[in-house]
């Protein structure tokens, strides 16, 4: 991650490490479609508990670049599929997102046996936050990820 303001990565924190909901775009072809998700922030991503074969995987698969928008809030990046909520891989993780989802997770929307049950990260690149007054432009370009 690119040096950036510590107030603004404060601030992403507080607003968005948390179940928030934010607006998720994609491209269909040559359509945009968007649409709103459940989001947990941490670190330069977005993470998401979603199904490998919903239209916005299929479609983040085709092209990976996506941007989301909330809260004062616009960002472009690289959409992922980490696979089965329930890889070993992912076990950190989905226990900061069972916690942080934990109003609605298990009441029957989200079936974590089904192997298309997958966790979404929204790896940032560049971003735009605005808080009272203050704008603050954010690049979370590295070496992990193209754009």
């Known amino acids: 991650?690119?040096?950036?303001?510590?107030?603004?990565?404060?601030l992403l924190t507080e607003r968005f490490g948390r179940d928030t909901l934010l607006s998720l775009a994609t491209m269909d072809g040559a359509r945009p479609?968007?649409?709103?998700v459940n989001s947990y922030y941490e670190d330069g991503s977005f993470y998401t508990v979603t199904y490998a074969l919903s239209n916005k995987m299929r479609?983040?698969?085709?092209?990976p670049a996506v941007a989301v928008c909330?809260?004062?809030?616009?960002?472009r990046g690289i959409g992922e599929?980490?696979?089965h909520?329930?890889?070993?891989r992912?076990?950190?993780?989905?226990?900061?997102?069972?916690?942080a989802f934990a109003s609605w997770y298990g009441n029957g929307h989200t079936d974590e046996s089904d192997p298309n049950t997958c966790v979404l990260r929204v790896r940032l690149t560049d971003a735009l936050l605005l808080d009272h007054g203050t704008r603050y432009a954010l690049s979370f370009a590295d070496d992990?990820?193209?754009e």
Do not use: C, Y
């Open 81 to 83: 599929n980490l696979g």
């Open 59 to 63: 479609q983040i698969k085709a092209n």
């Open 1 to 10: 991650m690119d040096r950036n303001d510590p107030k603004a990565l404060s």
């Open 144 to 146: 992990s990820h193209d």
């Open 33 to 36: 479609s968007v649409r709103i």
């Open 85 to 88: 909520v329930l890889d070993k």
């Open 70 to 75: 909330g809260e004062w809030f616009t960002a």
């Open 90 to 99: 992912n076990a950190p993780l989905m226990a900061k997102l069972r916690a």
